[in-house]
């Protein structure tokens, strides 16, 4: 079995000892870095599956390497660790382009929970903000803006989520679990009937052949 590969960026000696400990008995190979320079240095070098960043870091910040990564084409997703507790900072993490955000001090368990919720949802970021879905349909990813022959259309928070889903497994037969644990989190509970009125807007808005049912499995994108 491949292991899932970590970059680690925490400058405490102690704290990127334990984490990187626990998770490499977790089954995950773990690479350590304790300054933003070689941080970035390693993410040109080696490919990652998902980047743990501190913010406070020597020769530089975690959500400006993570920035200017985003902007080179770097797609992976990324977790920040911070005692900057701030709504601001939270705001600024992920418009750095985080994909979640875990205040110290915290718990081993939790962390591990996380990495493994989003390495689950195979989540990545596409090297370019707006996507042409053909027909005048275009989304911006990174501010989550769905125009359609220059009108912007709102969407609910889950519609956003969905239909980032689908444009990350086109073509793919997604089935309802996956689609379900990617929508709702562990402390929310599913909905069939809320699933099928967001593929109802969708197929509005996009199409309705653009979003194929296949009855008892799931939902194709095409």
């Known amino acids: ?9 925490e400058d ?3 704290l990127s000892e334990s984490v990187s400990e626990y998770l490499e008995e977790c089954g995950y190979e773990v690479v350590c870095r304790y300054d933003a320079a070689s941080a970035e240095d390693v993410l040109y070098e ?7 960043l501190d913010v406070n870091v020597p020769d530089g910040d975690g959500f400006s390497l993570l920035k200017n990564s985003r902007r080179e084409g770097t797609t992976t997703p990324a977790i920040f660790i911070t005692s900057r507790n ?4 939270v705001e600024e993490g992920f418009t750095s382009g985080g994909d979640d955000y875990l205040r110290k001090p915290f718990a081993l368990k939790e962390l591990l929970l996380r990495i493994q919720t989003i390495l689950k949802r ?3 970021h596409p090297p370019t903000e707006s996507l042409d879905l053909g027909e005048g349909i275009t989304y911006d990813t990174i501010n989550q803006i769905l125009t359609i022959k220059g009108v912007v259309q709102p969407l609910q928070l889950k519609e956003h989520k969905l239909l980032k889903l689908f444009l990350q497994h086109k073509g793919e037969l997604l089935t309802h679990e996956v689609i379900m644990e990617y929508l709702w989190d562990y402390e929310e509970t599913p909905s069939d009937g809320s699933l099928r009125t967001y593929i109802k807007t969708l197929r509005k808005l996009l199409g309705g052949e653009r979003i194929v049912s296949h009855k008892r499995l799931g939902y194709q994108f095409r």
């Open 86 to 89: 701030a709504m601001d900072d």
């Open 46 to 52: 080696q490919k990652f599956d998902l980047l743990l």
């Open 12 to 14: 405490d000696p102690n």
């Open 122 to 124: 195979n989540f990545y």
């Open 1 to 9: 079995m491949i292991k899932a590969k970590l970059l680690l960026l």
